[in-house]
């Protein structure tokens, strides 16, 4: 089980961090993944945007490789279940675990004025949809590894008090480490909210892919050999792994280790291969956003799916809580 919130178009770290494990895992397991609208109510987005972002969410995945008659894609609003959930993990959550939240003190910095408690609570609410399928594996980027351990927190203390019902969600990913895709100018993670310069998404047209690319921070080079990379240069590495040949990624290692790196020549090869990887998903999640009736049928289906695995879970929820007295 996994979500992606709609507060815009997708990018790289979404695909590496999130959407590429999704695509593996639905041939081995029944997986839920969701578009997270509900989460993103707690930015207070312009309500009226909402519906064309979700579409794009669904065709970026849709166009990366995920199936929709493999597994269940919905929207997380459709599925009132989450909500119930959600209020009954409020009752396990404390305010001193919630307000230490990377993620909680990084918003309430960036947004004095708008530190709502559904902001305080996302990692209840994130935790409600996992746990609402009762899924163990939850393929998410490095940023995701906290809330995941508050996930775990809550399901123990669910289960201690009310009975075993959850399994321990933990987060997973096929290339065993999480992946964190760096920003292009050497500062955190890509993200849809900011550095919208640094951040490659998979919209971006072929000539914004190459400025970005080229524009990326680079130095003189290395003057002695076998110097350890500053953490800007071993990002542009990092992006050359995920999207270029093992050979290409080794001449460039080398010609560092020899101190004969051309850093020209190296983000030029890297915008190449970057606008051959994003350009086919770009181009299909275009042509499936213009298919309004296929993403409503998307979702409807999606959404019967993952309700009949969510009323499921209420009914063992209801019953260990000793809620089923009528
Ligand atoms: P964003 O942070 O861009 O708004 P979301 O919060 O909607 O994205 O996250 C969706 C998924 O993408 C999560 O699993 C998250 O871990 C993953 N993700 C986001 N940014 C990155 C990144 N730069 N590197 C790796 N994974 C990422």
Redesign the pocket.
Known sequence: M????P??YL?L??Y???VRNYVRMQDEFECYFMV?DLHSLTTHPDTKELKLNVHRVLSENIACGLDPDKVALYCQSHIYETAELYLYLNMLAYKGELEKTVTFKDKARQHPDNINAGLLTYPVLQAADIILHRAKYV??????EQHLEMARNFVNRFNHRYGDVFPEPIAFNFGDDL?????LDGAG?????ENQYATLYLSDDDELIRKKVMKAKTDSGPTEPNTPMPDYIENIFLLMKLVSAEDVVAKYQGDYNNCIIRYGDMKKQLAEDMVKFITPIREQADSIRNDEKYLKEIMEKGAAKARKSAKATIELVRDAMGLNYY
């Open positions: 996994s979500g992606i919130r507060t815009g990018h770290g979404n590496f961090g999130a997270a393929p998410v980027g490095k940023d995701q992946v964190k895709v760096p920003s993670k890509m993200s849809k909210s």
